[in-house]
C-alpha cells in the first residue's frame, strides 16, 4: 500500500507562491495516476491536478490552469504542486492522491483513488 506524505504549506499573501510537495512510499510509484485535491471548511473535495500513470499527461482543474504546475520526479518518488498568483479562494487543505488501477475518465473523482496523505494547510491572505 503506498503511504503519502504532504509538505509545505503554509500562510501566503494574495499573488504569492508556494511549492508543495508529497512524497510516496511506494516503489512502484510509475505506475500510479498522482493527484492534488483540496477541500475548503463546508465544501466538497475539490480537483486541483493529476497526472496521468500511462501517459503522464498533467490534467487541470478549471479554476487553477495557468496558475498552478503539477510536476513529478519518478526517481524520487514525489510530486509536486507549484502555486502561483495565489487567491483567497485557494485557501484549503490540499491533500496528494494516488491510485493504481484508474481510468482516464475518472482522474477527477476524488473517490476514485485508494490512497490519500493527510493534508497539508495553505492559507492565502487578501
Known amino acids: 500500500q503506498a503511504q503519502l506524505v504532504e509538505s509545505g504549506g503554509g500562510l501566503v499573501q494574495a499573488g504569492g507562491s508556494l511549492r508543495l510537495s508529497c512524497v510516496a512510499s511506494e516503489r512502484t510509484f510509475s505506475t500510479y495516476t498522482m493527484g492534488w485535491f483540496r477541500q475548503a471548511p463546508g465544501k466538497e473535495r475539490e480537483f486541483v491536478a493529476a497526472?496521468?500513470?500511462?501517459?503522464?499527461?498533467?490534467y487541470y482543474g478549471d479554476s487553477v490552469k495557468g496558475r498552478f504546475t503539477m510536476s513529478r520526479d519518478n526517481a524520487k518518488t514525489t510530486i509536486y504542486l507549484q502555486m502561483d498568483n495565489l487567491k483567497p479562494e485557494d485557501t484549503a487543505l490540499y491533500y496528494c492522491a494516488a491510485d493504481q488501477g484508474l481510468i482516464l475518465s475518472s482522474i477527477q473523482r476524488p473517490d476514485q483513488y485508494d490512497y490519500w496523505g493527510q493534508g497539508t494547510q495553505v492559507t492565502v491572505s487578501s
Open positions: 497526472t496521468f500513470r500511462t501517459y503522464g499527461r498533467t
